[in-house]
C-alpha cells in the first residue's frame, strides 16, 4: 500500500484480533495466533512458546526485565536433531549386528572326539556291517555354511564422532554467541541440510528457478532445506531417503 500517498493514509481505529489471548497475556513472535486473520506465512510456535513459558515464571513484569525475554537463545527447534542423534546404535551394538553370532559349542559330554566322529562317518553302524569285498567308500564331509552378510553395511561412530554427539546431547540448546556446543550443533545441522540437498532425489530441485537474482537466497535448495529441517526430520517418509544415515554421515 503507497501509504505516502494520499487517500492511504491511515484513519481511524483498528481493533486488533485476540485470538488465544489468556489472562490477559497475548504473545506475538510471528506465529499463528493473534495475527493469524492478518497473514499467510507464519513462524513455528517455537518462539511463542518460549516466550509463554518465561512470562509464566513470574507474576509481575517491568520493562527493565523484557530483556531477559528479548535476547533469550534458547533454540526450540533443536529438537528433532538431537533425537536423531541420541538414536544413533552405539558402537557395540552396530559390531554385534555386523557380525553373525556364533553357533553355542557343544559340551564335552555330547560332543564326540574329531577323530570319532570321522570314524562314525566313515564307518556303518556294526549291526549293518557289509562284508569287507562290499566295504563302501567315506562320505566326504559337508563344506561349512557361508557367513551370513549383513542386509546394509553398518559403520560404527568413530571415538571423535562419538564424543561430538555426547556433547551436542549435553547442549543447554542455547545459541550463545560463545557457545562452543552451539557452533558444534550448527556445523552438524549444516552438514545434514547439505547432504539431504546433494541427495538423487533432491538434487534435481537445485536447478535455479527462472526468477530475478534478487529472490534466489529465498528459494535456492539449499536455504530452503534448512528452513524446512525440522519438518523434514519429523516426517513419517522423506521419499525413501534414510534420514539416519545421513545424519550419521553428517556427523
Known amino acids: ?22 489472562d ?11 495475527a493469524t486473520p492478518l497473514g499467510v506465512e507464519f513462524a513455528p510456535p517455537h518462539r511463542a512458546d518460549r516466550i509463554k ?4 515464571g513470574k507474576e509481575h513484569w517491568s520493562a527493565a526485565d523484557m530483556p531477559a ?55 556303518p553302524p556294526p549291526e ?30 568413530t571415538p571423535e564422532a562419538a564424543a561430538l554427539r555426547d556433547r551436542i546431547l549435553a547442549w543447554d540448546r542455547r545459541m550463545d554467541a560463545d557457545s562452543i556446543d552451539a557452533a558444534a550443533y550448527a556445523a552438524v545441522r549444516a552438514a545434514v541440510v547439505r547432504r539431504l540437498a ?6 534435481p530441485a537445485s536447478v535455479p528457478p527462472a526468477y530475478p537474482e534478487v529472490l534466489l537466497p529465498w528459494l535456492a535448495l ?12 519429523r516426517a513419517e517418509d522423506l521419499y525413501g531417503i534414510d534420514r ?4 550419521r554421515a553428517a556427523l
Open 1 to 22: 500500500v503507497p501509504a505516502w500517498e494520499p487517500g492511504h493514509e491511515w484513519t481511524g481505529w483498528h481493533t486488533p484480533p485476540r485470538a488465544g489471548l489468556t
Open 24 to 34: 490477559g497475556v497475548a504473545v506475538m513472535a510471528n506465529q499463528r495466533g493473534p
Open 53 to 56: 513459558a518465561l512470562l509464566a
Open 69 to 123: 525475554i528479548h535476547t533469550d537463545t534458547h533454540l526450540g527447534s533443536a529438537a528433532p536433531l538431537l533425537t536423531h542423534l541420541a538414536a544413533l546404535p552405539p558402537e557395540a551394538a552396530l559390531a554385534s549386528e555386523a557380525a553373525p553370532t556364533p553357533e553355542a559349542a557343544p559340551t564335552p559330554e555330547t560332543a564326540p572326539p574329531p577323530e570319532a566322529a570321522l570314524a562314525s562317518e566313515a564307518a
Open 128 to 157: 549293518a556291517a557289509p562284508t569287507p569285498k562290499a566295504t563302501p567308500a567315506a562320505a566326504p564331509l559337508a563344506p561349512p555354511e557361508a557367513t551370513p552378510t549383513p542386509l546394509a553395511p553398518l559403520t560404527p561412530l
Open 198 to 203: 546433494a541427495h538423487p532425489v533432491l538434487a
Open 222 to 233: 539449499v536455504p530452503r532445506l534448512g528452513h524446512a529441517l525440522e519438518h523434514l526430520l
Open 244 to 247: 539416519a544415515a545421513t545424519v
